[in-house]
C-alpha cells in the first residue's frame, strides 16, 4: 500500500512528492527503477534487508539513502515485507537543500551520512527516539522543512525550465522552450550546474516517463500511434529510447512485463 504525505507548499518548491510504502511479502521482486531524471531519498523504517545497484550494502533499519539522477536503468531488490519512506525531489530539489553541485550525485546511490554527517546524525537520532513510524516521518518531514527554509532557489530559468519540460512531456524542443540563441546557452548551463544534466536528456527522460504511463494505460499499445504522439523520428528513434531508458526493446519490454519497471 501506499500512503501519500502532505507536502507544505515551501517545501513543494524542492519535493514533488513524499509516500509511505507499506508492501506484503507477496510484491517483493526484483525491479528495475525507470531514470526520471529527479533525485529520490528512501529512508528503511523496517529490519527487512533490501538492495540495490550502485549501494555496498543492503539498506538497515533507519538507513538513509539518495539516489542522484540516473542515465540508465537501476536495478533494486526489495526485502519482505518492506515499509519506507519515498521521497521523490525536483531535478534541483535534493541538491538545493543540501548545498550540493548538481553533478555530484550523478548516477550514484549514497548514504546521506556520507554527504551531511552532522545533519545527518541528528536527524536519525531524533527518527531512533521515535517509537512509531508517524513520529520519525514527522522528524524527517520537520528536517526538510528546515533545509528547505535555509535554501536558496536556484536561478529562475532552471525552474521555469523545468516546469515547461514537465508540461509538455518534453516533446518540445529545447530551443523552442528558450526563445532566443543567448538564453538557450544560459539556460543549459544553469541547468547543467543546479540539475547535474543537460536540458536535453533530461526532456528525453520526461518523454520517456510520459510513455511510460501510456503503455500502463494501454497494454495493447500501437507503437507507430506512440511515436506520432511523441514526436518521434522513427521506429529505430523508439528504440534507442527504449535501450537508453529501460535497458530493452520495446517488444522485449513488454514481455518481461511493465510491472518489473517503476
Known amino acids: 500500500m501506499v500512503f501519500h504525505i502532505p507536502v507544505s507548499s515551501r517545501l513543494a518548491a524542492f519535493?514533488?512528492?513524499?509516500?509511505?510504502?507499506?508492501?506484503?511479502?507477496?510484491?517483493?521482486?526484483?525491479?528495475?527503477?525507470i531514470p526520471d531524471g529527479r533525485p529520490t531519498m528512501l529512508i528503511n523504517l523496517n529490519d527487512c534487508l533490501s538492495t540495490i545497484q550502485g549501494l555496498d550494502f543492503p539498506m538497515k533499519q533507519?538507513?538513509?539513502?539518495?539516489?542522484?539522477?540516473?542515465?540508465?536503468?537501476?536495478?533494486?531488490?526489495?526485502g519482505t515485507p518492506a515499509r519506507f519512506v519515498y521521497i521523490r525531489f525536483h531535478p534541483f530539489g535534493f541538491n538545493t537543500l543540501l548545498g550540493l553541485k548538481g553533478s555530484e550525485l550523478i548516477d550514484r546511490v549514497v548514504d546521506v551520512a556520507d554527504l551531511h554527517r552532522e545533519s545527518y546524525r541528528s536527524l536519525l537520532n531524533r527518527i531512533i527516539a521515535e517509537p512509531t513510524d508517524t513520529g520519525r516521518i514527522s522528524r524527517v518531514m520537520e528536517w526538510l522543512e528546515g533545509r528547505a527554509a535555509r535554501a536558496r532557489m536556484p536561478h529562475e530559468l532552471v525552474i521555469n525550465a523545468c516546469s515547461l519540460i514537465q508540461k509538455t512531456e518534453g516533446c518540445r524542443?529545447?530551443?523552442?522552450?528558450?526563445?532566443?540563441?543567448?538564453?538557450?546557452?544560459?539556460?543549459?548551463?544553469?541547468?547543467?550546474?543546479?540539475?547535474?544534466?543537460?536540458?536535453k536528456l533530461y526532456a528525453r527522460m520526461v518523454r520517456f516517463e510520459a510513455m511510460m504511463?501510456?503503455?500502463?494505460?494501454q497494454p495493447q499499445v500501437d507503437w507507430f500511434d506512440l511515436i506520432a504522439r511523441f514526436d518521434l523520428h522513427d521506429q529505430s528513434h523508439l528504440i534507442k529510447e527504449f535501450r537508453q531508458f529501460a535497458g530493452e526493446t520495446p517488444t522485449s519490454f513488454l514481455e518481461s512485463g511493465i510491472e518489473k519497471f517503476v
Open 15 to 33: 519535493v514533488q512528492v513524499v509516500a509511505l510504502f507499506d508492501m506484503p511479502v507477496s510484491v517483493a521482486a526484483d525491479r528495475l527503477i
Open 62 to 78: 533507519f538507513t538513509m539513502l539518495v539516489m542522484g539522477a540516473h542515465t540508465m536503468p537501476v536495478p533494486y531488490q526489495l
Open 173 to 199: 524542443p529545447i530551443g523552442e522552450l528558450c526563445g532566443t540563441y543567448n538564453n538557450y546557452k544560459q539556460v543549459q548551463r544553469k541547468f547543467e550546474h543546479h540539475v547535474g544534466l543537460n536540458a
Open 213 to 217: 504511463e501510456v503503455i500502463r494505460q
